[in-house]
Nanobody
Framework: VQLQASGGGLVQAGDSLRLSCAAS????????VGWFRQAPGEEREFVAAIRWSDGSTYYADSVKGRFTISRDNAKNTVYLEMNSLKPEDTAVYYC????????????????????????WGKGTQVTVSS
């Protein structure tokens, strides 16, 4: 599976931005698709994920209530709607896919980490100015 992330850019604090992650093939119900991010000087951290089988969603505490992850089954695409952006959201955002969607939870993705996922896309830069 190839993942193509897009939608990053430079915005001001309080603005919104939508990231997209398009897959080269259809996801089976066993998969979950999500996002990690890496700020300068920091490790990559879990942001959000969605389980393909039932659309259940999972978020890091730092983005809960501001970010929304969704999917378009027909387009094999996942979206990350980011609202009320803060300067601390500045990072490179990476789309990932995991074939163990049955284990999906915020703690699972935090514990597995970016390199515990099965597929990775190139990152897209999000910069939020104050």
């Amino acid at each position: 599976v190839q993942l193509q992330a897009s939608g990053g850019g430079l915005v001001q604090a309080g603005d919104s931005l939508r990231l997209s992650c398009a897959a080269s093939q259809r996801f089976s119900r066993h998969f979950a698709v999500g996002w990690f991010r890496q700020a300068p000087g920091e490790e990559r951290e879990f942001v959000a994920a969605i389980r393909w089988s039932d659309g259940s969603t999972y978020y890091a505490d730092s983005v809960k209530g501001r970010f929304t992850i969704s999917r378009d089954n027909a387009k094999n695409t996942v979206y990350l709607e980011m609202n009320s952006l803060k300067p601390e959201d500045t990072a490179v955002y990476y789309c990932v896919a995991d074939g163990r969607g049955i284990y999906s939870s915020s703690s699972y993705y935090t514990r597995c980490g970016y390199y515990g996922m099965d597929y990775w896309g190139k990152g897209t830069q999000v910069t939020v100015s104050s």
